[in-house]
């Protein structure tokens, strides 16, 4: 099949890779979002799609909007028999939709219909799932609301974070997108309608959303913290100012207020709802992350001092 790929970040990349290298298909175009500012000093930069398009000289369409006229027209000479979408990030109405013979084909990073929504990975660690997945659906108007395909599985480790969920992920999800395209074209797969039952959401995760509330159990701030490394980054106040936090540890039953600090010799504690969590890497404002250890030993936190 002709196929126009729809991505953006580095997740959806393996999936490209993959479909570039398949005999079956053949990309004759990426659809990404436009570049964007990165760095100090905010050049612009192609997305990591859009990159890897590039060195595969292969035609890059970087509508500012999908119902952008000029892309519709552009989309429709090229004729695509179906577009592969992997976290494109962009709005696709009935006009985009349409133009290609089988649709546009998502691959999901959920089971669904759990976790519907911009953000899966991080919602299934917080919420203490023991297994997730990725699937393929076909595209419409409602959000993550269509017919499925395929699914994979993939175990949640007690200590993944969202980057090593999502890396492990992002591969198994690649050969379920090109398997689910291969059945398409020679007509053996079709899509099923998603059950109405086990429907949950997933919003974008905010940066708010990634603040610590130590007020929470142990294993919540554990959660917490997975979900959101490596961005947008768990984060608490010391001393007014703001401190980003790695993954920490639960640890056994101890007395020690929600937010208090305890420096010991080899790690730093934190007070919780129930039992403390051990620290893993602090990183100050406009310094990197470092040990916990090391952090207290420039800080300095006074007995009783706590994160905010």
């Known amino acids: ?31 990404t979002r436009p570049d964007a500012p990165a760095g100090r000093r ?11 398009a590039d060195e595969a000289g292969i035609e890059v369409l970087t509508p500012a909007k999908a119902s952008d006229p000029e892309f519709l027209d552009r989309l429709r000479a090229i004729g695509p028999d179906c577009c592969p979408v ?27 219909p759990a976790w519907r929504g911009a953000a899966p990975v991080q919602a299934a660690i917080r919420a203490g799932d023991e297994i997730t997945g ?15 395909f395929g699914t994979v599985t993939e175990k949640i480790a007690d200590d993944d974070t969202a980057g090593s969920l999502l890396e492990r992920l992002a591969t198994s ?8 395209l291969d059945g398409i074209a020679d007509g053996t797969l079709g899509a099923v309608p998603q059950p109405s039952e086990g429907v949950s959401i997933a919003p974008k995760v905010t940066v708010d ?18 979900s959101v490394t490596p961005a947008p980054g768990a984060w608490t106040e010391f001393r007014g100012q703001r401190v980003k936090i790695g993954p920490v540890t639960t640890t ?9 600090l305890r420096v010991e010799k080899r790690r730093v504690l934190v007070g919780t709802a129930g039992a403390p969590v051990a620290l893993g890497t602090v990183q100050p404002a406009g310094k990197p992350a470092m040990p916990a250890v090391d952090w207290t030993r420039g800080a300095q936190p006074k007995p009783g001092e706590r994160f905010a």
């Open 173 to 180: 999800g690649a050969g379920l997108l090109a398997a689910t």
């Open 209 to 226: 959303d990634a603040r610590v509330r130590w007020t929470d159990p142990a294993l919540a701030v554990d959660r917490l913290v997975r």
């Open 42 to 52: 905010r050049t612009l930069q192609r997305s990591p799609v859009g990159a890897l």
């Open 134 to 148: 990725a699937t393929t659906f076909r595209l419409e108007e409602g959000m993550d609301t269509g017919p499925v």
């Open 252 to 260: 056994g039953f101890d007395d020690l207020p929600p937010g208090e």
């Open 86 to 112: 992997v976290a494109y990030g962009n709005l696709l109405r009935p006009a985009a939709l349409a133009i290609p013979e089988h649709g546009w084909v998502n691959l999901h990073f959920s089971l669904l």
């Open 1 to 31: 099949m002709r196929l126009v790929f729809a991505g953006t970040p580095e997740p959806a990349v393996v999936s490209l890779r993959r479909l570039l290298e398949a005999d079956a298909h053949e990309v004759v175009a990426v659809v």
